[in-house]
């Protein structure tokens, strides 16, 4: 994940959120008194757990001579199957699938009604990320230690299984960013687009195929199974859609609120 644009990008729409024109009618309401502090500590929180994934004890020999495919379940089996001679383009393949995915909401911008409160879209978009990226790294592989499908193909050669990273299969963080995007951008749309109806699943299920596409190419290159390609998307689906759902401005007596810190989650905020 392109950590360096998301940080420049905010700090571009920090420099000028004053000077942002006010449309007369809103469809997000975004508070930048604490959500432009949260979001950046969102991502500085990022970059500390990345820290801490790279400190993580690597796999010895012994325990990857003595891992048994059969103890994997069989929908994941076939990810110990893979092609090593295609790894390297597979995971290439996988990561500008996940990149250019990323970059897909700026196509929002086309929209007349949309532009005109782009930053408050962008702002939420990157809101988005943070808390997306927090799930990953949290609720995965910081916390969890599941072996990739690789270590457990005999074709891969063991320097690669004893390097970092060998350990953090849960969850695909590359299917959950691109899920985030894809369908962070079809809510928007079609929140913009209320006149949409029931077509606006048709936008849904278009989301579907770039995480799709992503993960497919992650299992190729036996990075993941497939348990943790469907838990990234329902993860990263999830977010993208939620995230602006909770910033709607026609929401009354409601905030949502991320935090960072010894605990991480979101605090939802009601008045009665």
């Not at 004893?162 to 953090?168: F, L, N, R, S, T």
Request: positive net charge; hydrophobic residues 45%.
């Amino acid at each position: 994940m392109n950590k360096t644009f998301f940080f420049i990008t905010f700090l571009l729409c920090f420099t000028i959120v004053r000077a942002q024109k006010k449309a007369d009618k809103k469809v997000y309401k975004y508070n930048y008194k604490w959500e432009i502090p949260a979001t950046v500590a969102g991502f500085g929180l990022n970059v500390y757990g990345l820290d801490i994934l790279k400190d993580k004890p690597r796999l010895d020999s012994l325990t990857i001579l003595n891992l048994d495919r059969d103890d994997i379940w069989c929908i994941d089996l076939r990810a110990t199957y893979q092609d090593a001679g295609k790894y390297k383009s597979a995971q290439l393949i996988s990561d500008i699938g996940m990149n250019i995915s990323l970059f897909l909401p700026a196509l929002l911008a086309l929209d007349d009604d949309i532009r005109k409160d782009w930053l408050d879209v962008l702002l939420i978009y990157l809101e988005t990320q943070a808390i997306g990226a927090n799930l990953y790294l949290w609720a995965g592989p910081v916390n969890n230690s599941r072996i990739r499908p690789f270590v457990y193909n005999p074709d891969f050669e063991l320097e690669m299984k004893m390097g970092g990273g060998a350990h953090d299969s849960f969850y695909s963080g590359h299917t959950l960013w691109t899920a985030s995007a894809s369908f962070f951008m079809a809510k928007v749309y079609s929140d913009y687009h209320p006149e949409l109806g029931n077509k606006k699943y048709w936008y849904f299920a278009a989301a579907l195929i770039p995480p799709a596409f992503v993960g497919i190419y992650r299992f190729k290159a036996s990075k993941h199974f497939p348990t943790d390609i469907f838990t990234g998307l329902a993860l990263g689906a999830a977010t993208g859609i939620l995230v602006p759902h909770l910033h709607k401005a026609n929401r009354k007596n409601f905030a949502l609120a991320p935090f960072f810190g010894s605990y991480n989650g979101i605090a939802v905020l009601m008045n009665f």
